[in-house]
């Protein structure tokens, strides 16, 4: 019975195999009637150089992009990529240095100090903070040179010398005399003292004149006394303090006799020789961040702590050893703003900075879209490169028109800064806060944002709420790499972690475009009180008739210089119109000059973004009139029509107060698509415009193929 079971099993086994070999066949003989497919041939790196034309002198336009030291820039490169501190690491055959993020919160501070070091024993800080009168400008572009490349290749290494030569260097620099001087600022450059900067509290930033800390004098020692007096007053997120500082510029409320004299700054040391904490103070880190991890954030609270009288940085005002409070100005506002003006430095650099981190992002994505393919238009046809979609076009070259638009911009605010006067003074402040905000956000985009949708007019229907289309976008340069985006190697995620900061760095984004707002709005009044033609930031189209826009705009009107000029002159006179309108009819309702400010918020921050596009605008037809070469002048005309265009086409303003029809406006649309398409084969020569060595981009700018081989070595 076991035999017969066996042999029947068997059988029906046979069966059916024979039954599913039959049908099979017919199956692929009947959906497989075309000849055999022959074997796919195995994708293979191009480097863009090979099918890619040079279209004009590259070097003669980054000359123009990064404007000054291009040999000292380029020492440092050299210099970073000669020692192990830095991380190079083979991949595809190429060298890349970018810092170990798998390291831990400590090792990454750590490692941060010993490149600083490195960096000062081979002399890259000399003259940051000792130069002489007559080289004082040389050495200021030096520095902002040297530290855009520190950008480059590492935030928290930059912000970490930043908050030690800008803001605490700075301060002695700017807030002290000749007695602190000569005590500080040599040791500082040399980094024997290590320094930071208190001045943000747990319960105030943007509002520095609110900070809760308070200073007091005791006439009996000649001391000053600091104290902490709630834990609202605690300084918080100060660079540099958790490990390494030695010493802190305080700002504190001043009371001399009982008498609140306002925001003052002095020298305090919060640790020994040794290391040590100082008696009376205690220290707190601020723990792990998702960025700049390398930075020693750390908090602080004073105990009564007591400082030599010499310790007040007294440029603007002083204390007498018998407890008189000196100053030659007697109006506390204008004191304050006495004490704040020097920190425009760090706008100034954060603005330059940003700009050079959207240059990495788009130049990976867009020598990866030059080399990367994606179906074909054809059954048998090859693939298609990324970047000759129209869609991916859209969505990377217009970041890349205004990245250099922008860098013509803070090329402007650099020399400004760099040859400044007391007269230019309030200029270089609105400029920079304006410039610092438009870049930063620019710059987060760019590595976050989707450009092809426009994030002012689309929006999304969700019951009776209108959601904002850039709530629900994605990031650009990130998701125009693919997955390859994801890769730490690849440095995109950590561009987006470790630059986020630059939105409220030195002055929380929005705050910095509403003052932009009040001062154009101060030198509106003060034009119609006085009678007087305006003069000033860049204010004097003010005087001139109001622009008249063509009703049919045409392809060479919209790449006019003209016109493009005329619109955006338009927009910030008709804003800045309606801002001091609203303002004055809410005066006339009975609200504060405070409260009227706030409650027009939004045209206040049309107004700044108005102000601050056709300011860039004006710098990039400054730079372009110095172009002499026929190509070049060529590429940046396209480069600049593309940044107008998409100016206006991103900002609902120019629809919203009738600067233009819908049909206008679906006219500029279309061109941006032509002037992508026209740029399209300069794309390559751009990006070597760009000044961002091979070493400092990413294995997928390069062979991505052979970066991404097997090999041993790696399991």
Not at 238 to 251: D, E, M, Q, R, S
Not at 275 to 282: A, K, S
Not at 301 to 316: G, H, K, M, Q, Y
Not at 531 to 544: A, Q, R, T, V
Request: proline share 4%; hydrophobic share 35%; aromatic share 10%.
């Amino acid at each position: 019975m076991e035999f017969s079971s066996s042999k029947s099993l068997t059988d029906q086994i046979t069966r059916r195999a024979r039954i599913l070999t039959s049908h099979l066949n017919q199956v692929t003989t009947s959906c497989y009637s075309s000849p055999s497919l022959e074997q796919s041939v195995c994708l293979e790196y191009s480097p863009p150089e090979i099918s890619e034309k040079i279209n004009f002198d590259t070097q003669e336009m980054r000359k123009l992009l990064d404007d000054h030291d291009i040999e000292d820039r380029d020492w440092l490169f050299g210099l970073l990529t000669q020692n192990e501190l830095f991380c190079p690491k083979i991949s595809g055959g190429k060298v890349f240095v970018t810092p170990d993020y798998n390291q831990s919160k400590e090792q990454q501070r750590e490692v941060t100090m010993k490149r600083i070091e490195y960096l000062c024993d081979h002399g890259v800080f000399n003259g940051w903070l000792t130069s002489k009168t007559d080289g004082i400008e040389a050495a200021e572009k030096r520095k902002f040179a040297f530290y855009s490349v520190i950008c480059i290749y590492d935030y928290s290494l930059a912000t970490k010398v930043a908050v030690h030569f800008f803001l605490w260097g700075g301060a002695i620099h700017f807030f002290g005399t000749k007695r602190h001087h000569d005590k500080w600022l040599k040791d500082t450059e040399n980094y024997v003292v290590k320094g930071c900067f208190a001045m943000t509290e747990l319960g105030h930033g943007s509002n520095v004149r609110g900070i809760e800390t308070i200073t007091t004098y005791d006439k009996s020692t000649g001391e000053f006394v600091i104290n902490t007096p709630c834990e609202s007053a605690q300084k918080y997120w100060i660079g540099g303090l958790a490990n390494h500082a030695t010493h802190t510029v305080a700002f504190s409320q001043l009371y001399i006799d009982g008498v609140n004299q306002g925001i003052h700054a002095l020298i305090v040391q919060v640790r020994d020789a040794h290391g040590n904490v100082c008696p009376n103070i205690r220290i707190a880190d601020c723990g792990h961040k998702i960025g700049l991890n390398g930075v020693d954030n750390g908090r602080i609270w004073f105990d009564n702590v007591r400082i030599p009288r010499e310790n007040l940085l007294n440029s603007v005002a002083d204390v007498s050893p018998d407890g008189q409070y000196l100053s030659a100005i007697k109006n506390p506002d204008q004191r304050f703003a006495a004490f704040l003006a020097p920190l425009t430095s760090g706008r100034v650099t954060i603005s330059v900075s940003s700009i050079y981190q959207s240059k990495i992002g788009l130049a990976i994505a867009l020598r990866y879209s030059l080399t990367r393919r994606a179906f074909s238009n054809s059954p048998n046809g090859p693939e298609v490169l990324l970047l000759d979609y129209p869609s991916h076009q859209r969505r990377l070259l217009p970041l890349l028109a205004k990245t250099c638009a922008m860098s013509f911009g803070a090329n402007y605010l650099k020399r400004m800064y760099v040859n400044r006067t007391p007269q230019a003074n309030k200029t270089i402040h609105v400029v920079s806060s304006a410039f610092k905000a438009a870049f930063t956000w620019h710059n987060m985009r760019t590595l976050q944002v989707k450009s092809h949708t426009n994030i002012y007019l689309n929006v999304l229907q969700r019951g009776n709420v209108l959601i904002p289309s850039y709530w629900n976008t994605y990031q650009e340069c990130r998701e125009a790499c693919g997955g390859q985006g994801l890769k730490t190697e690849n440095r995109m995620g950590h561009l987006k972690s470790e630059y986020d900061v630059q939105s409220t760095f030195e002055g929380d984004n929005h705050v910095l475009m509403q003052q932009v707002s009040k001062a154009l709005i101060a030198e509106y009044i003060a034009a119609q009180k006085m009678k007087k033609p305006f003069k000033g930031l860049g204010l004097e189209h003010m005087n001139d008739p109001c622009p008249a826009i063509p009703a049919q705009l045409t392809s060479s009107i919209l790449r006019s210089t003209n016109f493009q000029m005329d619109i955006f002159c338009l927009r910030e006179r008709d804003l800045l119109h309606r801002f001091a309108s609203e303002v004055s009819q809410l005066q006339a309702q009975g609200e504060s000059k405070v409260n009227a400010f706030m409650l027009t918020y939004q045209t206040a921050e049309d107004l700044a973004k108005a102000f601050t596009e056709r300011t860039v605008l004006q710098t990039f037809l400054e730079a372009e009139v110095a172009v002499s070469d026929g190509a070049l002048k060529s590429v940046f005309g396209l480069l600049r029509s593309m940044y107008a265009l998409i100016s206006i086409e991103e900002d609902i303003s120019f629809l919203r107060y009738g600067c233009l029809s819908p049909d206008m406006d679906a006219a500029v649309r279309k061109e941006v698509t032509k002037l992508c398409n026209e740029f399209r084969p300069h794309t390559l020569s751009a990006v070597k415009s760009l000044g961002i060595p091979d070493a400092f981009l990413s294995p997928i700018a390069f062979d991505w193929v052979a970066a991404n081989t097997w090999s041993p070595a790696q399991q």
